[in-house]
């Protein structure tokens, strides 16, 4: 036992001076930034871009996250095909409605109907590309070991993008844009780009939405069931095969909402859209603590942020070239950083004790 | 035992036979060997270009170029011409795949390829040593025709980095007289190599330059970086990345006031209608480097209407026009050095094809006119500039 | 008992079928496949694609059914077809009413048109479609109709004969050096097999398969039962020594190309070889092993490179040992951070430090150092007695040892004391802990000997490619070798050989479709994991252990369709 402390000891030490190692980095470069005035001179307007930004950015990582929460908290299985959910609605919609519609001029003359017809169908397709992924993909696979469902959700996110880059080519799309919604928003003096805002606002909507939906409604009481003991939830009379189902279904409606959203900031979907804010959505759960819904709401707005606002203000401080080709380094490094300090994540409850 | 004994003589028999039906044969006195196409054979070529992932619409671009350039040639000698596609992923390690299995087929006469520089390091020397020749549509980074470091097969239609960063870096210092600069590339070779070049030809020019940033290709919220960048205050951007990255940034410096009325530029890897729709109205103004497609040349305007009736689609990056060049040039070069023997069969010998690509010269191609040097680079070295006015690109320098 | 055909099942399933082949068309594989025949100028490869979903739908409406009688499994295979069929149909029609389709899906092209319509009008070459795929789906049922005796051998038969004009270019690699090029021509067509080849093949291996059911079975058998056991074990010896010769001449048999898909195969046995220490034995998650065969590669790179960025310029086989060893250092670094984390926090957190690595290597701020997006460049080629290796049948020599040293200090390790530590944390972290097992230790040694096997890879991959960028090193890689060791059978290693032989050397082999290369891996892995969840070769353990969970847990029957 000695000998063990010993080494505990040691290993924690190591522990303590990387996680010191980092804030001190973190510090000094801020510090050097907003005091010493290294690099670039921001006014604040620049700094509430950076953090505006930041903010939609981690909204939408935040609406993608939820589907691996949900997912998460019932199947314990990372579904990494859940990126291509969110490409699969957003390039339909894109290609057979808003292009369409906005080329008629229906989207410019009723913005809203024509956003809600885009919307209810991106929801569709994602929905149905994935109860058909679960289908085939998963379910068989439920008593299958852990790693098995990870290698076949690999599996469907390669078949996903290449299936849809056949249907659709592997040229970029642009997403119509909207009249109505160019301009900057102004309130109390900070301007705030429409889109951005639009996106911030519809995101914190749904997340509020979802976690009602969860939390208060009796399909909701059926998933945390399902997530707290399959067995036990099938002998109380839920049919669980319907109800992860559901799980997934609405993982994926949101996903297919997020990338409307996508959509309207960055105007322009391609099949590749869904691999990268996949993997930074899971990333963004797991920083929040996997399985718990404003744990995923959390961790993806603090990546957003961190992400935009990191590069000019602690790189730039320690004098770093380059800055936002790092943001990635920054994003892995604080999930390493929180994880070590809160293995749970920010506020996930002790999934690993309990589940793992 | 006496069984297989039996079979293995009569298949040596059988082969024996049916090998002494052959036509008469033509001497081949090359010193790198040749290549026999039979009668009623097909003339093999090869490419190597990216045609998965994420940078796929270049090398399939290029192929499509490819293609039409063998449709437009029709048959060479007689012998249709057949294309072996092949995937060099963008990466080394799929250059030096590729290239392995290019010349393990030895009927292959020649390759284009490779689409990404960091292929063609190692599939030029591979190719090079088994003594094909190689003509890359896309190829820009300088180590590649570099007189140190040259491979005897390999040449190219694209434009050293070299040339095109400089004449931006001319452009921006002489024509439009800005003295500030700011250049972001994505983490590729070629946008890095420009973007590199482009800085250190704007600082001899005496300009300054206030902002080198790199950022990911995928990514999506690029209005920090543009913040950053508009806070160094630049009169100038070049950004010459990729079209997905490149609208990306088009559309958000749009939306960032500080970015009012500074010049926003790119290079030939945008320069192609798919990118002026997905940029849309926020392209307007822009400008771009790269080979002046806009000249009158019918031939492009074939290449173009085959191009859009064969795949679909506009061209998905600009690099199909050198591919089509490259192309021409090996099928011209074949056809030049090829022997033709009574019942027509060809014999193409290797250094003697090599000798005629590196010996083009004038060539009139849908690119301007190509002369390649001792060290490969074929490209016209005429770079224009070229502004975005009404959704088109229009030549405006020199 | 003899079932009845089921009508609603059997238009449900040819509607599915026909969804299928829809979707192939519409995706552009149809279009693309065809450029390539099976056999020459009869069948081409994008044919195949199209009407094997009616011979397969009419194969299986009958066998689920147990339809045996000739009458209404004919009929039913029938319906099934041209079930199969009217999904192609309303996209002919939907080409008729909206001709402009193509700016939406856009390989609805007039080629595919075409193929589909067997280069007639929509409706007419619809109505064709259906009467063909109606006639296959009834063929298909033949098949299953006709006696066991004639109908197996006969499918085995028209299967090997089409894969072998799918990879007849393979063949034609192999043999073009052997043989004269006149007999080459009579076997091989520009783009497949010949017909008559594929007659003379179905012919060959169907009667040869009937010939083994009937009496070669029994011969052999009845000659391995003759022999002593003293013979046997010469025997096995003896195939265990062949096999080992093969193994060593296999670079001459294959040639240049080959043998460089043979030698990717290897390092990625190499890799997956390591993760399966980590992944396999220790159970510990690991999605970002490409960080240390980035490091092993960049490490020889910058040590050897005779370019600007090269320090020290030192021979190959002295940076190997320090690459190896700065991998391992970076294994035990990582895992520091991540001993306390389980699962899939672990998977992010490895993901993670792979992700940062590429990133930390494509950016300016080490540009100095490693060359950022320009790479290292100028690697030599190693030498070994004034011997350069530089083909990659010499490559193929130095990745051999490398396999033969980890496949020794793998199995060995698993054998020892460590390997069952490794197993029992595998199992239960907690119980292991508290039977005395020293977690630090065991765990940090899993990631620091992973580490360096992939740090080997990486040397070898630069010397082999003699330059490096950061673009090689990407997630895709961590995500193949995973799947590589689960597809092969977690913990087992004949499963890593065998599941780098089937992700990466197959995807290899039909570099031609390498549009859609990963289309398939994507459909191959969910395949595979589907039929067979414990891997293609499963350890014994893994085996026992799943046969035990199978028994508890009384079997689940799907019910599927």
Redesign the interface.
């Known amino acids: 036992m000695a000998q063990r402390f010993k080494d505990v000891d040691w290993i924690g030490l190591f522990l303590w001076l990387f996680r010191a190692a980092i804030i001190v980095l973190v510090l000094w470069g801020t510090v050097a930034k907003i005091f010493f005035g290294a690099g670039n001179a921001y006014s604040a307007s620049d700094w509430i871009d950076f953090f505006v930004s930041g903010l939609s950015q981690g909204s939408l990582y935040a609406l993608i996250a939820l589907g691996y929460t949900l997912v998460y908290g019932v199947l314990f299985m990372i579904n990494f095909a859940h990126g291509e959910f969110f490409m699969s609605g957003t390039m339909t919609a894109t290609v057979f409605i808003a292009l369409p519609l906005s080329a008629s001029g229906f989207l410019d003359r009723n913005p809203i109907i024509g956003m809600l017809i885009i919307l209810v169908v991106a929801m569709s397709i994602s929905v149905g590309v994935a109860l058909l992924t679960e289908r085939i993909a998963y379910r068989p696979l439920r008593r299958a070991p852990r790693l098995v469902p990870l290698i076949t959700a690999i599996g469907a996110s390669f078949f996903w993008q290449y299936f849809f880059r056949g249907l659709y080519g592997s040229s970029l799309i642009p997403f119509p844009e909207l009249q109505a919604l160019q301009g900057k928003f102004s309130f109390w003096g900070v301007d705030i780009l429409k889109t951005r805002a639009v996106v911030i606002v519809s995101s914190v909507i749904m997340l509020i939405g979802l976690y009602f939906f969860v939390m208060r409604t009796k399909t909701g009481k059926a998933i945390r069931a399902v997530a707290e003991d399959k067995d036990v939830a099938a002998l109380m009379g839920i049919d669980v095969d319907r109800t992860i189902a559901i799980t997934f279904a609405t993982g994926a409606a949101m996903a297919g909402a997020a990338g409307i959203l996508y959509g309207l900031v960055f105007r322009q979907v391609h099949f590749f859209m869904g691999f990268v804010p996949g993997i930074k959505a899971f990333t963004a759960a797991v920083l929040g603590g996997i399985g718990s819904i404003p744990g995923a709401a959390l961790g993806g707005l603090f990546l957003g942020v961190i992400e935009a606002v990191g590069p000019p203000l602690f790189l730039e401080g320690l004098g770093i070239p380059g800055g936002h080709q790092l943001k990635d380094v920054i994003a892995f490094t604080m999930l390493v950083l929180v994880l070590i300090f809160r293995p749970q994540g920010i506020i996930g409850e002790r999934l690993a004790e309990k589940k793992a | 035992m006496k069984r297989t004994l039996l079979f293995v003589l009569l298949t040596a028999l059988?082969?024996?036979l049916?090998?002494a039906?052959?036509g008469q044969q033509l001497e081949c006195d090359d010193p790198l060997g040749c290549v026999e196409v039979?009668p009623g054979?097909?003339i093999v070529i090869a490419s190597a270009l990216v045609?998965?992932g994420?940078n796929?619409?270049l090398g399939?671009d290029s192929q499509y170029g490819v293609e039409i350039a063998i449709d437009f040639k029709g048959e060479v000698l007689g012998h249709e011409v057949?294309l072996?596609?092949?995937?060099d992923g963008?990466?080394?390690?799929g250059g030096?795949?590729?290239a392995?299995?290019i010349?393990?087929?030895?009927q292959i006469v020649g390759v284009i390829g490779t689409s990404c520089s960091?292929a063609g390091?190692?599939a030029s020397?591979i190719i090079s040593d088994a003594g094909y020749t190689m003509i890359s549509p896309s190829n820009t980074?300088p180590?590649l025709t570099d007189a140190a470091?040259h491979e005897a097969g390999y040449l190219r239609t694209a434009h050293n980095d070299k040339v095109q960063g400089a004449a931006m870096a001319d452009y921006a210092y002489n024509v439009l007289g800005v003295r500030k600069a700011a250049a972001i590339?994505d983490?590729?070779?070629y946008?890095?190599?420009l973007a590199s070049v482009f800085r250190d030809s704007f600082t001899e020019l005496g300009g300054e330059i206030v902002?080198?940033?790199?950022?990911?290709p995928?990514a999506?919220?690029v209005?920090?970086?543009l913040?950053?960048v508009?806070?160094?205050g630049p009169e100038f951007v070049y950004y010459p990345v990729f079209?997905?990255l490149g609208?990306?940034i088009t559309?958000t410096a749009k939306?960032?006031d500080?970015l009012d009325g500074v010049y926003l530029a790119a290079a030939d890897g945008v320069q192609s209608p798919?990118?002026l729709?997905?940029?849309?109205s926020a392209a307007e103004g822009m400008y771009v480097s790269g080979p002046d497609l806009n000249f009158a040349n019918e031939t492009y305007d074939r290449l173009l209407t085959s191009y859009q009736e064969k795949?679909?689609?506009?061209p998905?990056s600009v690099f199909h026009a050198h591919a089509f060049d490259a192309t021409t040039i090996l099928l011209n070069a074949i056809e030049e050095v090829a022997q033709q023997g009574d019942d027509g069969t060809l014999l193409i010998g290797r250094q003697a094809l090599r000798d005629a690509v590196f010996a083009t010269s004038g060539y009139q191609g849908v690119t301007g006119s190509l002369t390649c040097d001792a060290n490969g680079d074929c490209a016209d070295p005429k770079i224009s500039v070229s502004q975005v006015q009404n959704g088109e690109f229009v030549a405006i320098w020199p | 008992m003899m079932a009845q055909l089921d009508v609603r099942n059997t238009i449900r399933m040819g509607l599915l079928a026909g969804v299928v082949a829809v979707s192939l068309s519409m995706i552009g594989m149809v279009e693309a496949f065809d450029q390539r025949d099976v056999i020459t100028d009869v069948f081409s490869l994008g044919q195949l694609l199209l009407f094997t979903a009616p011979a397969i739908v009419g194969y299986m409406v009958v066998q689920r059914g147990k339809v045996k009688a000739y009458g209404p499994a004919l009929f039913g295979g029938l319906i099934a077809g041209v079930f199969a069929a009217l999904p192609i149909f309303a996209l002919l029609i939907l080409t008729l009413i909206f001709p402009n389709i193509r700016a939406q899906l856009v390989n609805v092209s007039p080629t595919l048109i075409g193929i589909l319509a067997f280069g007639n009008g929509q409706v007419v070459g619809g109505l064709l479609m259906t009467a063909v795929m109606g006639i296959l789906g009834l063929l298909g049922a033949a098949i299953y109709v006709i006696p066991d005796r004639i109908g197996n051998p006969l499918i085995l038969g028209l299967g090997w004969t089409l894969l072998v004009g799918v990879l007849s270019e393979v063949l034609l690699n192999i043999l073009r050096p052997l043989l004269p090029r006149a007999v080459l021509r009579f076997l091989f067509g520009t783009k497949g097999i010949t017909f008559a080849t594929a007659v003379i093949l179905l012919i060959l291996i169907t009667t040869g398969i009937v010939w083994w059911q009937e009496k070669g079975r029994e011969q052999a058998k009845a000659r391995r039962e003759a022999m002593s056991s003293g013979q046997q074990k010469t025997r096995r010896q003896v195939s265990l020594g062949m096999g080992l010769i093969l193994l060593f001449v296999l670079p001459l048999i294959l040639g240049t190309y080959l043998t460089e898909v043979v030698d990717n195969v290897g390092l990625y046995i190499l890799m997956g070889l390591g993760l399966n220490i980590v992944v396999g034995f220790a159970g510990l998650l690991d999605l970002g092993y490409v960080a240390f065969f980035a490091i092993g590669a960049y490490t020889v790179g910058v040590l050897t490179s005779q370019g600007g960025l090269g320090v020290g310029h030192l021979s190959f086989w002295v940076a190997l040992p320090i690459a190896v060893a700065t991998s391992t250092m970076a294994g035990m670094l990582l895992g520091v951070p991540v001993l306390r984390m389980r699962g899939d926090y672990l998977a992010i957190v490895t993901l993670g430090f792979g992700e940062i690595i590429r990133v930390l290597a494509t950016s300016d701020l080490l540009k100095p150092v490693i060359g950022g997006a320009q790479g290292v460049l100028q690697i030599p080629k190693p030498e070994i007695f004034g011997f350069t290796v530089i083909q990659p049948q010499h490559f193929y020599y130095v990745i051999l040892a490398g396999v033969f040293l980890a496949i020794f200090l793998s199995s060995r390790l698993r054998d020892a004391r460590l390997g069952r530590q490794w197993m029992a944390l595998r199992e239960d972290e907690d119980v292991a802990e508290a039977m005395g097992i020293h977690l630090v230790k065991t765990k940090l040694l899993a990631f620091g000997i992973g580490a360096a096997f992939s740090g080997l890879a990486g040397a070898i991959f630069a010397a082999r490619l003699s330059s490096i960028f950061p673009h090689s090193f990407n997630l895709l890689i961590s995500i193949n070798v995973l799947s590589l060791i689960i597809v092969g059978g977690m913990g087992s290693l004949p499963g890593v050989v065998v599941g780098a032989l089937v992700l990466v050397g197959l995807p290899e082999l039909l570099r031609e479709f390498a549009e859609y290369r990963l289309l398939l891996y994507g459909a191959l892995l969910i395949a595979m994991m589907v039929t067979k969840p414990e891997g293609l070769w499963p350890s014994p353990v893994r085996r026992r252990e799943l046969r035990a969970a199978e028994e508890e847990t009384a079997p689940q029957i799907e019910q599927v369709g």
Do not use: R, W
């Open positions: 059988l082969a024996m049916l090998g039906c052959g039979a054979d097909p045609i998965t994420p796929e619409q399939l057949q072996q596609p092949e995937d963008c990466s080394a390690e030096q795949t590729s392995q299995k010349v393990s087929n030895p960091g390091v190692p020397k980074a180590v470091t590339h983490g590729d070779p946008t890095e190599g902002a080198f940033e790199g950022e990911a995928d999506t919220n209005e920090p970086l913040t950053t508009a806070a160094a079209i997905p609208s990306l559309k939306e960032i500080a798919d990118f729709e997905a940029a849309g795949y679909g689609t506009e998905l």
